[in-house]
T-cell receptor, first 114, second 114 residues
């Protein structure tokens, strides 16, 4: 059974510092991996999606890497801002699983202090 | 504006009183899904639908029903709610295609069953 783990569960950094968020998964036979941002009362917003054949994806200040063999993904957020405060979730879809079926980690709650 | 809407956003009910949470998307997506989110467990899939009249169970379907009579709507039905169904519920949708893309999530419905 696939297990997706995010450590730490919570993180507080001063504004301007780079954020490094970790996601690990036990089954390396993944189809893709997504990073989401969750804001209270606003649901989840997809940040980056990495297909299994890719090593990383970038969007603005965000960069996500994927190492299937070691079962790890890392989300980097450069020059953090107070608006980056949110809970960040990673989710994987296993090869052979039905379309759209995602296995989520429990998330890392991030607070960026001014 | 492209969006997934859920109603109601908050609901308090009593054990055994049937309820329906509606989900609607305006992006003409084929795929729709329901998740529940509980502290420390991440999101877990309840049911999903690949298209009209095509639904299937996710990881935690017990106590729930769904229907997909129209492409845009995917209601979640709790025939006899119990306290262990107290949770935060999310509806999601996406296109079906050759390569899986991102899922769009609704704002969530917080349910308390007394």
């Amino acid at each position: 059974k696939q297990e997706v783990t995010q450590i730490p569960a919570a993180l507080s950094v001063p504004e301007g510092e780079n954020l490094v968020l970790n996601c690990s998964f036990t089954d390396s036979a993944i189809y893709n991996l997504q990073w989401f941002r969750q804001d209270p009362g606003k649901g989840l917003t997809s940040l980056l999606l990495i297909q299994s054949s890719q090593r990383e994806q970038t969007s603005g200040r965000l960069n996500a890497s994927l190492d299937k063999s070691s079962g790890r993904s890392t989300l980097y957020i450069a020059a953090s801002q107070p608006g980056d405060s949110a809970t960040y979730l990673c989710a994987v879809r296993l090869e052979g699983d039905s379309w759209g079926k995602l296995q989520f980690g429990a998330g890392t709650q991030v607070v960026v202090t001014p | 504006e492209a969006q997934v809407t859920q109603n109601p956003r908050y609901l308090i009910t009593v054990t055994g009183k049937k309820l329906t949470v509606t989900c609607s998307q305006n992006m003409n997506h084929e795929y729709m899904s329901w998740y529940r989110q509980d502290p420390g467990l991440g999101l877990r899939q309840i049911y999903y639908s690949m298209n009209v009249e095509v639904t299937d169970k996710g990881d935690v379907p017990e106590g729930y029903k769904v229907s997909r009579k129209e492409k845009r709507n995917f209601p979640l039905i709790l025939e006899s709610p119990s306290p262990n169904q107290t949770s935060l519920y999310f509806c999601a949708s996406s296109f079906l295609g050759t390569e899986e893309g991102t899922q769009y999530f609704g704002p969530g419905t917080r349910l308390l069953v007394l």
